[in-house]
């Protein structure tokens, strides 16, 4: 751990807004125990998406573009807390789950069928 000095613009619970040092413009901290709900929140639209059997491939791909952030970023969290000897402030309930190769494939294929014939027209 290394003590940091931060311009710290609000103060407000669970939503401080702080510019670190060599950075323009001021980052929003999110708690972990918030940021994991996000997550939690991106993963369930995302299923719920693919359950109704979404036509919308920009839809599916956008939210699991959005929960794949999201999760590089938790990730980072709960293996920086790990390797500093703190406790998850939460029970890890979910994780990326992936679509089967073959439906990731179908998808990709029925999309790019759908820009062929939107080309050639």
Partial sequence: MEPVQVEAYSQETNAW???TPGRQYP???IQGDSFSILF???QS???RARACKC???ELL???EELRDLL???LRHYEETLQATGFQLPYNRTAAPRRVPVRARL???LTYLTHLARWAHD
Wanted: charged share 30%; proline share 0%; no cysteine.
């Fill in 17 to 19: 807004v702080i510019r």
């Fill in 27 to 29: 980052a929003l901290v």
């Fill in 40 to 42: 939690t929140t991106a």
């Fill in 45 to 47: 639209i995302l299923e």
């Fill in 55 to 57: 036509k919308d491939n």
């Fill in 61 to 63: 791909e956008e939210a």
């Fill in 71 to 73: 999760w590089n970023q």
């Fill in 106 to 108: 179908t998808r990709a």
